[in-house]
Nanobody
Framework: QVQLVESGGGLVQAGDSLRLSCAAS????????MGWFRQAPGKEREFVAA????????YYADSVKGRFTISRDNAKNTGYLQMNSLKPEDTAVYYC????????????????WGQGTQVTVSS
């Protein structure tokens, strides 16, 4: 069992930056791949970024590539999503997820989820 808690969301203006954190507890976080997803009102949950258990491989949705950076600090049992040049269309609830075997873009493949943190970007 892995428990995930996101933090760092908030209300910002277009062009600003935010860093989301995902604190993990329970089983060894360093064994798990981690993903970030987001869900806007009335829309399906969509993939944002993922990182392998070691941090050596990262993957991004085209919509955030070049603006967002996923990272992790296994010594701190924490994952991060650095979001730069934010746009109003980035407004959503952001979730982190973890899985022992999967590090792709399909939310249904991840077993563990946090409760989400709201990010609102005003124009």
């Amino acid at each position: 069992q892995v428990q995930l808690v996101e933090s760092g969301g908030g209300l910002v203006q277009a062009g600003d930056s935010l860093r989301l954190s995902c604190a993990a507890s329970g089983r060894t976080f360093s064994s798990y791949a981690m993903g970030w997803f987001r869900q806007a009102p009335g829309k399906e949950r969509e993939f944002v970024a993922a990182i392998s258990w070691s941090g050596s491989m990262t993957y991004y949705a085209d919509s955030v590539k070049g603006r967002f950076t996923i990272s992790r600090d296994n010594a701190k049992n924490t994952g991060y999503l650095q979001m730069n040049s934010l746009k109003p269309e980035d407004t959503a609830v952001y979730y982190c997820a973890a899985d022992l075997h999967y590090s792709g873009s399909s939310p249904s493949e991840y077993v563990y989820w946090g409760q989400g943190t709201q990010v609102t970007v005003s124009s």
